[in-house]
């Protein structure tokens, strides 16, 4: 592999980080902001109570499934006996799955915002997304730390 072609799927590597912290931060909210007004209605007086319930299931499979894509995740291991296309999409696919669980941290605050309706909660939303993007961007010194691991 010649170090131009290093870089370069180094870089599809980065853009699809990025794309894909993108498509899960849409998708995420776009699944609240569809339900957040069918969750809070219910016979209950108190219409914000009746939410409690989805919450606290949302609460307990949040780190269930956390747990589950942590454990894949270990599983990926590098080899310096394959060949480096195969440790590359390794790479690749262990960076996917931390970018989904990272991206799980986002959901408190979306629940939050189903509850409160308040649009500060979206902000520190999209921020903590974007800074949890900017700090796991792939890069040669992180696959190579990857490697020798």
Request: include cysteine; glycine fraction near 8%; charge should be positive.
């Amino acid at each position: 592999m010649t170090d131009a072609e290093f870089h370069e799927a180094l870089g599809r590597i980065r853009r699809r980080h990025w794309l894909h912290y993108g498509a899960q931060a849409l998708l995420m909210g776009g699944a609240v902001l569809a339900t957040g007004p069918r969750m809070a209605v219910g016979a209950a007086a108190n219409p914000r109570l009746a939410t409690w319930p989805a919450l606290l299931l949302l609460g307990a499979l949040v780190p269930v499934v956390g747990a589950l894509l942590y454990a894949v995740s270990r599983g990926l291991r590098p080899n310096l006996r394959r060949p480096y296309a195969e440790n590359l999409r390794i790479y690749q696919a262990r960076t996917l799955l931390r970018d989904s669980l990272l991206s799980l941290l986002a959901l408190p605050l979306l629940a939050s915002y189903v509850v409160t309706q308040q649009a500060t909660d979206l902000a520190i939303c999209g921020g903590l997304l974007l800074v949890l993007g900017r700090l796991t961007v792939p890069s040669v010194k992180t696959y190579q730390r990857w490697l020798v691991r």
